[in-house]
């Protein structure tokens, strides 16, 4: 049997053992408004598309619309995760060292 590791901080985690699985989904948005050619014929502007897209891997080009991510965390990674999701900067006097501050 693998070792199971938090993806954050790659601490093991045992058989039986408390983990988390996050799920992201990244999907690019579209508003419908085609800045670059309101008019344009959409054959015209499918070729244009494929010429700037030729060459390109397939892999990248379906991450940019499309990409799932999979994570595996730990209980306090988790927990950091969940507290702040985008990792922004915050006022570490606000926060929690755990849980179980927030009883107190």
Partial sequence: ???RRC??????IAAGGLFYQVGITI??????VI????????????RQIDERTRG???RLLEEDVH???DLLLCPR?????????????LDARDLPRKLSDLDT
């Fill in 67 to 69: 990409k799932v991510i």
């Fill in 27 to 32: 999907d690019q948005g579209f508003d419908g």
């Fill in 56 to 58: 390109v891997p397939e």
């Fill in 77 to 89: 990674c988790r927990e950091r995760f969940a507290a702040n999701p985008l990792d922004l900067p």
């Fill in 35 to 46: 800045a670059d050619a309101p008019d344009a014929d959409p054959a015209a502007l499918a």
């Fill in 7 to 12: 993806h954050k901080c790659g601490r093991a």
């Fill in 1 to 3: 049997m693998t070792t």
